[in-house]
C-alpha cells in the first residue's frame, strides 16, 4: 500500500506499508523532508512497525514521538503528516 502527503508549509511524505493479522508491516518512511540525526527514519519505521491498521492519527503520530529520542530534529515533516501518509495508504489500499 501506498500513501502519500504534502504537508503545508513542508515537504512531502510517502508511506509504503503492507498489513499483516491487522497490524502494519513492512513500513517504509521517505520523501523530501529532512531528518537529524539520519538514523531517526529507522526510529520512525520502528515505531510504526505493528501498529494496529485501525489507529487513528492520533495514535500513530503518539506512536512516533515517543520512539523518536531526544533531539531528534525534523525539517520538513512532523509525526502528524507521517501519520497522514500512513492513514492515506491504508485507506486508499483499503479502497482498492
Known sequence: MHGEYKMPGGKLVVVDLAISDGCLAQVQVSGDF???????????????????????????????????????????VSPEAIAVAVRRAIDQGAAA
Open 34 to 76: 529532512f531528518l537529524e540525526p539520519d538514523d531517526a527514519l529507522h526510529a520512525i519505521d520502528a515505531a510504526l512497525e505493528g501498529q494496529d491498521a485501525g489507529a487513528d492519527e492520533h495514535m500513530l503520530a503518539t506512536a512516533i514521538r515517543v520512539q523518536l529520542a531526544p533531539g531528534v530534529m525534523m525539517y520538513g
